[in-house]
């Protein structure tokens, strides 16, 4: 079965530290992958997708992701956080004409 | 993308009640989905509702306890039957689909978080 997995449930960081996030996903053929980002209180923001092409995604927010298939990953990446970046970060596959979450990574950030 | 509300925001309500959810997009999609986000956890999709047709509910999910509409292409709700304590989550509509095609890219509500007594 189609899946994804985020190992981290948290992640602390430094406001202005490099952040990576970690998703791994388990699919046959060549998978569609997103990242949503949900703040406190709000509804999902996709930051990212990648279909295919460039292995590295540029998102909004300053985000990107690189696709990896020799690993089976694909973080999320951001050189430089700001303190309006915490938040819970949900990596996901698309599996026939549905979308499979991760259990989520949430973020956050040292003053 | 495309704006999109849920009614109400948030509600208290007490067992054995049922409370409808309402999903309202401001332009027409093909696609609208509803999930659970139970405290602390991700999002397990509860059903598809495509207009015209019923809708198709993933496993563990059932029509008596969730009936939903999908009445026209920027409306949809959910209703959650007979409410226990363990139907207390934040519940999220989601659309896919605004040129008719299948893109993969959902986009969400802002949620009602439901809290049962």
């Known amino acids: 079965a189609q899946s994804v997995t985020q190992p981290d449930i948290h992640i602390t960081v430094s406001e202005g530290a490099s952040l990576e996030l970690r998703c791994n996903y388990s699919y046959g053929a060549t998978p569609y992958l997103f990242w949503y980002v949900q703040s406190p209180g709000q509804g999902l923001q996709l930051l990212l997708k990648?279909?295919?092409?460039?292995?590295l995604v540029q998102g909004i927010k300053g985000f990107e992701a690189e696709f990896k298939r020799s690993q089976s990953s694909f973080n999320l990446r951001k050189p430089s956080v700001h303190w309006s970046d915490a938040a819970e970060y949900f990596c996901?596959?698309?599996?026939?004409?549905?979308?499979?979450f991760g259990k989520g990574t949430r973020l956050h950030i040292l003053p | 993308s495309a704006v999109i509300s849920q009614k109400p925001s948030r509600d208290i309500c007490q067992r054995g009640t049922s409370l409808t959810i309402q999903c309202q997009v401001d332009s027409q999609v093909t696609m609208m989905f509803w999930y659970r986000q139970q405290p602390g956890q991700s999002l397990t999709l509860i059903a598809t509702?495509?207009?015209?047709?019923?809708?198709?509910?993933e496993s563990g999910f059932v029509i008596d306890k969730f009936p939903i509409s999908r009445p026209n292409l920027t409306f949809s709700t959910l209703t959650v039957s007979n409410m226990s304590p363990e139907d207390s989550s934040i519940y999220l509509c989601s659309v896919e689909g605004f040129t008719g095609g299948l893109t993969y890219e959902q986009y969400f509500g802002p949620g009602t978080r439901l809290t049962v007594t």
């Open positions: 990648y279909f295919s092409g460039d292995t």
């Open positions: 509702a495509n207009q015209g047709s019923e809708a198709t509910y």
């Open positions: 996901a596959v698309a599996r026939d004409d549905k979308i499979i």
